[in-house]
């Protein structure tokens, strides 16, 4: 009798989410949600309590699948793209939320966060990255550009964008695995810095340096971008892509500060980072099990904390179907290799991971989040060609 009342309240709750037609199956009853041909369909092999619905939609839709209770028939990410677009229907709550959604932004905690997303394994992530090791958004030039194109075409845009000449030095903040300095030295002959808090990063990132033979051009630290002021160092350029979205969003004006003390005046600084149109804490299931401490900035707090400190914004740029497609080629490059992944990690993680990736190419695609490129000169810069496309 519970579970036939678990069962009811379930449906109940679904039933909100019309957009678009999908088929719910458990135990041999169908559901048809919304009106026409369903888009998917959704298998549970036990109910969902509604309380786990309403603390978290995202969190209890997440964790069952993880753990092979929820399975969907047919392919994820086409469930995931009609199922996402009404995320606004998705509960929440807050209170009960408070300690996963927000969480301490000190040194210690936020290097233990990012080094638990990015420490997993070098290994794993050559699995499914290109062999740049790019582990952010693309630039499709062509249809016809494969993603190792795609990751070096983007390259060439930042470094494009930041107007590098001989001799300049480029600081690239959150470096990664370090592939836009490594080409920021082979084509413009710069010398550059990468700090990152990933052990694994830092280590392959000096690895590539002396395999380049790029040691005269090149340096990475293992370092918080809080630091940054006290080495004493000023730079031609900044650079950060994918970064500012682990700072938390109390250190938007600290990471902006950092910049500016580590920038010479005139300088060029680009903001590479996942946005949003409105300020929101994130979502409780990416917070707990992807992106520990993430939060994604709104496009206009960004840029005001940018001229509180006297950045003039040359250029703004959204990439949102890029990052869609760059996703989906990661999806397909993970299942490609899944049986090497299976002897990385358990089943619980890899759904976790297929869950990750399709879910993320689901929400750029619906524009619950976008890409942007910000381009700024910290003070007034008369240098540079009046046309963008320089």
């Not at 041999?28 to 009106?35: A, K, L, R, S």
């Not at 010398?191 to 340096?209: A, M, N, V, Y």
């Not at 500012?244 to 969003?249: A, I, K, L, M, T």
């Amino acid at each position: 009798m519970l579970e036939v009342m678990e069962e009811k309240a379930m449906i109940q709750f679904l039933e909100k989410f019309t957009d678009y037609p999908f088929l719910v199956r458990f135990q041999g009853h169908e559901y048809n949600i919304g009106e026409g041909e369903p888009s998917f369909t959704v298998i549970f092999r036990n109910p969902i309590p509604v309380s786990r619905l309403m603390t978290s939609t995202s969190l209890a839709l997440g964790e069952a699948y993880m753990d092979g209770e929820l399975e969907i028939e047919g392919d994820l990410y086409q469930a995931l793209d009609h199922f996402l677009g009404q995320m606004g229907k998705f509960s929440a709550d807050q209170h009960a939320l408070k300690k996963l959604i927000h969480t301490s932004t000190s040194k210690k905690n936020q290097e233990k966060e990012v080094t638990s997303h990015y420490d997993l394994g070098n290994d794993f992530y050559k699995l499914w990255l290109d062999e740049t090791l790019s582990y952010s958004c693309a630039y499709f030039r062509s249809e016809n550009d494969t993603l190792y194109q795609a990751q070096v075409n983007k390259v060439d845009y930042i470094l494009q964008k930041l107007y590098l000449k001989e001799g300049m030095t480029l600081l690239d903040i959150g470096c990664g695995w370090g592939f836009l300095l490594i080409e920021a030295a082979k084509k413009y002959h710069i010398k550059g810095t990468g700090i990152t808090l990933s052990k694994e990063q830092h280590r392959e990132f000096r690895e590539r340096i002396e395999k380049e033979g790029l040691q005269d051009y090149l340096t990475a630290e293992l370092m918080d971008y809080r630091d940054l002021p006290a080495m004493g160092q000023k730079f031609d350029r900044v650079v950060s892509v994918g970064m500012v979205e682990h700072v938390g969003r109390e250190n938007y004006h600290l990471f902006i500060d950092c910049v500016e003390k580590a920038l010479k005046d005139g300088g060029l600084f680009l903001l590479h980072f996942i946005s949003a149109l409105k300020e929101h804490p994130g979502d409780p299931w990416i917070k707990k099990y992807i992106f520990p401490g993430g939060v994604v900035p709104s496009l206009r707090e960004m840029i005001s904390c940018m001229a509180d400190d006297n950045f003039h914004v040359l250029d703004v740029e959204n990439l949102r179907p890029h990052y869609n497609r760059t996703l989906l080629c990661w999806e397909h490059n993970f299942r490609e290799h899944m049986e090497e992944a299976e002897q990385m990690f358990d089943e619980k993680f890899l759904r976790m991971w297929e869950l990750y990736l399709s879910s993320c190419a689901a929400t750029f695609h619906n524009g619950i989040i976008d890409i942007h490129q910000v381009l700024a000169s910290k003070g007034v810069n008369n240098e540079l060609p009046a046309v963008r496309w320089y």
